[in-house]
């Protein structure tokens, strides 16, 4: 059977649409005919039926993986809700938020061996046969090739962390992502305890050697770090998240040797670093943008946009107007968009405020729009609090420029949104979108939302995250055991 969500999908896409779009012209093309091919070269699926689950319905699945005996598992679904406080009404889905799944799995017991059996529409129940012993474990999503999570019996989680710790080979680096995201997206919602997600994360300072398990970890940090920004937990999670890191930076370094997993990595953690405040990463960074500063065609390429942060985060008003005069002059589209960037690092207000002045005028900064520079301020609570601010000052303003543009829109909101998770800063928001156009309504939606997803993760989680910092100590070692 031709699995449609897994890597070989690829391969069967081109083999079989080739011959399509060579009998179809532009004009006939269609999903409905396109499906129709599938289904005539794949007749083991239906295909059309499938899609219609994924492209008729929002959102996507959590499968949840029970231990019924020692001799069986059951399969099933159920729509996952980042705000768990939402209402999830079903008959707004013609499918009642039920999907055609192909679950792909591995287990203890079949190694590498991949195997796959489908989740129905019509949210019925699968049984599979497994020799659930003591240190048993099955892993779902293989190669994070589907849209959906999954969630396993407390026993489980705990054997696979056990396995990332022993052996994390045992599990595919693209799988040991989806497994993170996974935990960190469940606790994110109280489906299940931050404990497990922390205990997920043990291995990687002195096991992971792939970048994508990395990326999703400090992804959830990133957010982490947004809801406690203002409170006394902080500096709990900066050291836990430093000692994670700083290993991996000790042993990798500032050069740039290793393949590009290795050089992708490398630059990650220095940027995360970074923007945490280590004091040796910056000391490192703002030395080469001494040097930069002198020979600005004489720097390794990767590693600029951390000498322009570094340059000005706490450095003079001199280097934060050098690097806006560089931004403007530079002919290459990726260092200016960099240097523009890490103009919003500064931890000078007034600067903040001159760079939200210039990026509203819309005729100071070279090919950077308003929308573009506004996700930049996204870097600090101080930024971040500069920018929500500024928003309110100035609504009426933004909106006649950028009321028409629903992607930009898009992209403004949501970054006035991020770290937002007071009720009295949503009322000042509510109050301030009550007329919005219906340009960019739906924009002003999802961005309250957003707020009320982080209003309900402050009230569960902060507290709790900070009684698991405790268990933690500075090097980042957690000592809580499922």
Same mark, same amino acid.
């Not at 299940?192 to 002195?206: C, G, K, N, Q």
């Not at 950077?368 to 930024?383: G, K, V």
């Given at each position: 059977m031709v699995e449609l969500y897994n890597c070989e999908c690829l391969l069967f896409f081109k083999l079989t649409t080739r011959p399509y779009y060579e009998i179809n012209d532009e004009f006939k093309m269609s999903f409905f005919n396109l499906f129709f091919w599938f289904q005539s070269v794949n007749g083991e699926l239906d295909i059309s039926s499938i899609m219609d689950t994924w492209l008729t319905q929002m959102g996507y699945p959590v499968v949840y993986v029970n231990n019924i005996s020692n001799s069986e598992l059951s399969l099933s679904q159920e729509r996952f809700l980042l705000n768990p406080a939402a209402t999830d009404d079903a008959a707004k889905s013609p499918f009642g938020y039920r999907w055609d799944i192909p679950f792909t799995y591995k287990t203890s017991e079949t190694g590498d061996v991949k195997q796959t059996t489908w989740l129905s529409q019509d949210g019925s129940e699968v049984s599979l046969s497994a020799n659930v012993g003591e240190s048993f474990w099955i892993v779902g999503n293989i190669g994070y090739d589907g849209y959906?999570?999954?969630?396993?019996?407390? +026993?489980?989680?705990k054997n696979l962390a056990d396995v990332l710790i022993s052996n994390h080979y045992a599990i595919d680096g693209s799988t040991r992502m989806t497994l993170l995201n996974s935990a960190f997206m469940l606790a994110r919602t109280s489906i299940? +305890?931050?404990?497990?997600? &922390?205990?997920?994360?043990?291995?990687?300072?002195?096991k992971e050697d792939q970048l994508g398990p990395w990326k999703i970890f400090l992804h959830h940090m990133k957010y982490i770090a947004e809801m406690l920004a203002r409170t006394p937990h902080y500096s709990k999670l900066r050291a836990y998240i430093l000692g994670k890191i700083s290993p991996v930076i000790q042993s990798l370094g500032w050069s740039e040797e290793g393949d590009y997993q290795t050089n992708e990595i490398r630059l990650t953690l220095l940027s995360a670093a970074l923007q945490l405040g280590d004091d040796s990463t910056y000391q490192y960074a703002y030395n080469q943008f001494e040097k930069w500063k002198n020979e600005p065609n004489g720097m390794p390429g990767n590693f600029l946009a951390i000498f322009y942060q570094a340059g000005v985060m706490?450095?003079?008003?001199?280097?934060?107007?050098?690097? &806006?005069?560089?931004?403007?002059?530079?002919?290459?589209?990726?260092?200016?968009?960099?240097?523009?960037?890490?103009?919003?690092?500064?931890?000078?207000?007034?600067?903040l405020q001159r760079f939200l002045d210039m990026a509203l005028s819309g005729n100071v900064l070279k090919s950077? +729009?308003?929308?573009?520079?506004?996700?930049?301020?996204?870097?600090?609570?101080?930024?971040r609090t500069m920018a929500f601010n500024f928003m309110r000052q100035h609504w009426d303003a933004i909106e006649a420029t950028h009321g028409g543009n629903p992607w930009a829109m898009d992209k403004i909101l949501r970054t006035f949104a991020t770290g937002v998770n007071t009720e009295k800063e949503k009322n000042q928001l509510t109050d301030l979108f009550s007329n919005a156009a219906p340009s960019y309504k739906n924009s002003v939606e999802r961005a309250l939302d957003l707020i009320d997803t982080n209003i309900y993760w402050a009230n569960a989680n902060a507290e709790k995250i900070g009684q698991l910092l405790d268990l933690s100590n500075t090097e980042g070692t957690y000592s809580y055991n499922l």
């Open positions: 959906y999570l999954v969630n396993y019996y407390e +026993d489980n989680w299940i +305890d931050y404990r497990i997600p &922390f205990r997920m994360a043990e291995y990687l300072s002195e706490r450095g003079t008003v001199e280097n934060w107007e050098l690097v &806006f005069e560089y931004a403007q002059h530079s002919l290459v589209a990726g260092n200016r968009h960099s240097a523009y960037a890490s103009l919003a690092t500064t931890n000078e207000p007034w600067l950077y +729009d308003f929308s573009r520079a506004i996700t930049a301020f996204e870097y600090s609570q101080l930024s």
